[in-house]
């Protein structure tokens, strides 16, 4: 089995090999996404693919920049690969669909152009990923203070938090069924993206609006 993670989150790469250990898995960063040598290296047979990233110097650039680097560079690069499963790790979906957040709208936006482009064709799997422990710890590759912020949210109720080992089960779950699967496309009305912001503050937009 030839699996393919885009994404270099050490926690959730430590949980894909833990329960795929025959696997052959090769790893890239998102950011790698639009280098020709990086296209040309993830050539063969993928029996999965995991899409789990995001590009977190992205908030403060212009939209364009930011657009290009989490939506289309990386629906390029999968129109490019030959596969047979695409697990999309996405955020949970607000009732709300207008957002302020950066973070929220490529996600959403990634996931709407892959189930459209793949769902009657590939094993599209769309889960969608809460706030995360691992090893009783908030799983985040951010600052303290983002990390701080995080965890409060957590402690006080505002947002749930999941261990990452009992997500990665249901996804294995997901992937060897034939249905129960998460293929719906999601309305979104972006509001002000174009305005640059740091992590947290997009974080907060999210928290207080979707």
């Known amino acids: 089995m030839r699996i393919l993670i885009i994404?270099?989150?050490q926690h959730f790469i430590e949980v894909v090999n833990k329960n795929f250990t025959q696997a052959s898995i090769k790893v890239i960063a998102w950011r790698s996404l639009a280098i020709d040598s990086c296209i040309s290296s993830c050539d063969g047979h993928f029996d999965i693919v995991f899409i789990a990233g995001f590009n977190y110097s992205s908030y403060n650039i212009f939209y364009k920049n930011y657009y290009k680097s989490n939506v289309e560079s990386v629906f390029n690069f999968m129109s490019g690969l030959s596969f047979s499963s695409c697990?999309?790790?996405d955020t949970l979906t607000s009732i709300i669909p207008t957002t302020y957040s950066r973070y929220y709208f490529a996600k959403k936006v990634l996931r709407n152009l892959l189930i459209k482009k793949y769902a009657t064709s590939h094993n599209i799997i769309v889960y969608e990923m809460p706030s995360l422990t691992h090893n009783g710890r908030i799983c985040m590759n951010a600052g303290l203070?983002?990390?701080?912020?995080?965890k409060a949210l957590v402690l006080?109720?505002?947002?749930?938090a999941r261990c990452l080992d009992d997500c990665m089960r249901e996804i294995v779950k997901l992937i060897s069924s034939a249905s129960n699967k998460q293929t719906t496309v999601v309305e979104i009305?972006?509001?002000?993206?174009?305005?640059?912001?740091?992590?947290l503050i997009d974080r907060i937009l999210r928290v207080l609006h979707g």
């Open 145 to 150: 203070i983002d990390k701080l912020f995080a």
């Open 7 to 9: 994404g270099k989150s």
């Open 87 to 89: 697990v999309y790790i």
């Open 156 to 160: 006080t109720g505002i947002i749930k």
């Open 189 to 199: 009305q972006p509001k002000f993206l174009f305005v640059p912001r740091t992590r």
